[in-house]
């Protein structure tokens, strides 16, 4: 039987959301209803929402880090993250600074509630991959210290969040893919520009 | 929290080509530098080994493990300001597509693809001609606009490949260079 306290979907949106404004870290995050929860928790001008394009999310974190050369942040669930396998290769390739943050609550949710067995360790598939470190946390205080982790330790990081199926939806954001696109890159021109190495 | 230990990763930087530019190579090249392109990231293609080492020649060129995360890299390279070009083999064209339309189309983000296009041409291998038969058909669908860069005779004018490229990209649609093998 598992011991763990798990934190809630909501929880995670809202702490991640703030993390990533408090740091001025552009956010992507991947379709589902993980997307729903983020956009239900605030303001949100340094986020883009992949309302489609499973998977993607982590790869276009990592084109804005090469971009821009400043750190950024993907959060997607762990259907996203299985889909898109070769967006966290091709930042471990780069070593880019992002910080992938992968909700795992074994199913997809959204489509239904179809199970999903966790294949290993997806911890341990971040480094695996050439991460330069990884975490795996279940609980708010845990997540801090990740996020905190990951303000601190340079190169890509992966926290893997132990979540649960079964929890209330957050409704659909009203936000169109190019109005917020256009959002986000807005946000982004008005940063004080990195040199591209 | 638990923390896993890290492994050592290690890149080999890509080398440009000492070998004398071709002229199909130079066209992509040219379009590149006229549409202010300054990063290319893709996955190789034997048959796209020559335009490759002219890209390398005047800007990095990165290597992703899929084309469809280079699509999306590139979505986000744009989102920030830079241009970038997306090269692949067409049959990475296939892989791409959920990227180039539920990504990159509807979110109105431009993006500039150089495509190789095995199975057409001198190319006869039966499982590259499966796809090359297909190529065209298939941008069509996708709603992507392109021009091909030829291997024989003229192999196409910059000018006009560029400016179809640029109108693409001020319509926030994708525009493809398809290159013969």
Same mark, same amino acid.
């Given at each position: 039987?598992?011991?763990?306290?798990?934190?809630?979907? &909501?929880?995670?949106?809202?702490?991640?959301?703030?993390?990533?404004?408090?740091?001025?870290?552009?956010?992507?995050?991947?379709?589902?209803?993980?997307?729903?929860?983020?956009?239900?928790?605030?303001?949100?001008?340094?986020?883009?929402?992949?309302?489609?394009?499973?998977?993607?999310?982590?790869?276009?974190?990592?084109?804005?880090?090469? &971009?821009?050369?400043?750190?950024?942040?993907?959060?997607?669930?762990?259907?996203?993250?299985?889909?898109?396998?070769?967006?966290?290769?091709?930042?471990?390739?780069?070593?880019?600074?992002?910080?992938?943050?992968?909700?795992?609550?074994?199913?997809?949710?959204?489509?239904?509630?179809?199970?999903?067995?966790?294949?290993?360790?997806?911890?341990?598939?971040?480094?695996?991959?050439?991460?330069?470190?990884? &975490?795996?946390?279940?609980?708010?205080?845990?997540?801090?210290?990740?996020?905190?982790?990951?303000?601190?330790?340079?190169?890509?990081?992966?926290?893997?969040?132990?979540?649960?199926?079964?929890?209330?939806?957050?409704?659909?954001?009203?936000?169109?893919?190019?109005?917020?696109?256009?959002?986000?890159?807005?946000?982004?021109?008005?940063?004080?520009?990195?040199?591209?190495? | 929290?638990?923390?896993?230990?890290?492994?050592?990763?290690?890149?080999?930087?890509?080398?440009?080509?000492?070998?004398?530019?071709?002229?199909?190579?130079?066209?992509?090249?040219?379009?590149?530098?006229?549409?202010?392109?300054?990063?290319?990231?893709?996955?190789?293609?034997?048959?796209?080994?020559?335009?490759?080492?002219?890209?390398?020649?005047?800007?990095?060129?990165?290597?992703?493990?899929?084309?469809?995360?280079?699509?999306?890299?590139?979505?986000?390279?744009?989102?920030?300001?830079?241009?970038?070009?997306?090269?692949?083999?067409?049959?990475?064209?296939?892989?791409?597509?959920?990227?180039?339309?539920?990504?990159?189309?509807?979110?109105?983000?431009?993006?500039?693809?150089?495509?190789?296009?095995?199975?057409?041409?001198?190319?006869?291998?039966?499982?590259?001609?499966?796809?090359?038969?297909?190529?065209?058909?298939?941008?069509?669908?996708?709603?992507?606009?392109?021009?091909?860069?030829?291997?024989?005779?003229?192999?196409?004018?910059?000018?006009?490949?560029?400016?179809?490229?640029?109108?693409?990209?001020?319509?926030?649609?994708?525009?493809?260079?398809?290159?013969?093998?």
């Amino acid at each position: 039987m598992s011991s763990y306290v798990r934190l809630s979907r &909501a929880d995670l949106a809202r702490s991640v959301l703030a993390w990533a404004a408090r740091t001025g870290r552009p956010l992507t995050v991947g379709n589902g209803f993980l997307a729903r929860e983020v956009a239900a928790a605030g303001d949100g001008q340094h986020v883009l929402f992949l309302l489609a394009g499973m998977g993607l999310a982590p790869a276009v974190a990592a084109g804005v880090a090469k &971009a821009s050369g400043g750190p950024t942040a993907a959060l997607e669930g762990d259907g996203n993250h299985l889909m898109g396998l070769a967006g966290t290769a091709t930042i471990a390739l780069h070593g880019l600074p992002v910080t992938h943050i992968v909700h795992w609550n074994g199913g997809w949710e959204s489509t239904g509630g179809q199970c999903l067995l966790e294949p290993g360790s997806v911890r341990d598939a971040g480094v695996a991959l050439g991460y330069a470190w990884s &975490a795996r946390v279940d609980s708010e205080t845990g997540l801090r210290s990740a996020l905190a982790l990951a303000d601190t330790v340079s190169g890509p990081g992966l926290i893997h969040v132990i979540g649960a199926m079964g929890e209330p939806a957050a409704a659909r954001t009203v936000l169109s893919m190019p109005e917020n696109a256009r959002q986000f890159r807005s946000w982004l021109a008005e940063r004080t520009p990195a040199p591209c190495t | 929290m638990t923390i896993a230990p890290a492994l050592p990763i290690t890149q080999s930087p890509v080398t440009p080509s000492p070998e004398p530019v071709t002229e199909a190579a130079g066209v992509v090249v040219g379009v590149l530098e006229r549409l202010g392109v300054e990063f290319a990231i893709g996955v190789a293609d034997s048959q796209l080994s020559d335009v490759l080492a002219a890209i390398a020649k005047q800007v990095p060129l990165l290597f992703a493990a899929r084309e469809d995360a280079a699509v999306a890299f590139a979505v986000g390279m744009e989102l920030a300001g830079r241009r970038s070009a997306v090269f692949m083999k067409n049959a990475g064209l296939g892989t791409s597509l959920d990227s180039l339309i539920s990504l990159a189309i509807a979110a109105e983000v431009p993006v500039l693809l150089v495509v190789g296009w095995a199975g057409s041409g001198r190319d006869t291998l039966a499982h590259h001609v499966v796809m090359g038969d297909r190529t065209i058909a298939l941008l069509a669908a996708a709603g992507i606009e392109h021009d091909v860069v030829r291997r024989s005779g003229s192999p196409g004018d910059v000018t006009a490949f560029s400016a179809r490229a640029a109108s693409a990209a001020r319509r926030h649609r994708p525009y493809a260079l398809v290159v013969e093998p």
